[in-house]
């Protein structure tokens, strides 16, 4: 039942990877996601590694809630998953702030030069972060 369980993990990931894919390059083929569907490391051990597939859905799960604009629900996501893998704790910080930074490409023109503007703007959309980071940080 496990295995089953896992399995389906493992396609409900691949499903969410096809997402953010097709947010990040809208214009692009199918074959990154065919690649993370027959990652060498990842597709026999799928229903083996029972933290592994559930950590990355949820990483992707919050990374792809992020990407839509759903900071909040997001970050929700992101701390669950430091319940399945501590080590997580660099993609609570990462993802919300990248997909800030995707969706104002002025930045990448710029340089990444930060305006006080743009630190209120990003704290605004990700300030349950620190909560996430808390509750680590209490569990550690």
Do not use: K
Not at 101 to 112: A, D, K, S, T, V
Request: a positive charge; aromatic letters at 12%; one cysteine or more.
């Amino acid at each position: 039942a496990m295995r089953l369980a896992n399995l389906i993990i493992g396609l409900l990931a691949i499903i969410v990877f096809a997402q953010c894919w097709r947010i990040v390059q809208p214009d692009a083929g199918s074959e990154r996601v065919l690649q993370y569907a027959l990652l060498p490391i990842l597709l026999p051990y799928s229903m083996l590694v029972y933290t592994d597939t559930l950590s990355l859905l949820l990483i992707m799960g919050g990374f792809l809630l992020c990407l839509r604009h759903y900071y909040l629900w997001g970050i929700v996501v992101l701390t669950a998953s430091l319940g399945v893998r501590q080590n997580n704790v660099i993609w609570l910080m990462a993802a919300p702030a990248f997909a800030w930074i995707f969706h104002n490409p002025q930045l990448w023109r710029e340089g990444l030069a930060l305006q006080p503007s743009h630190l209120r703007d990003i704290v605004a959309r990700v300030w349950p972060v620190i909560f996430g980071a808390l509750g680590f940080a209490v569990f550690v």
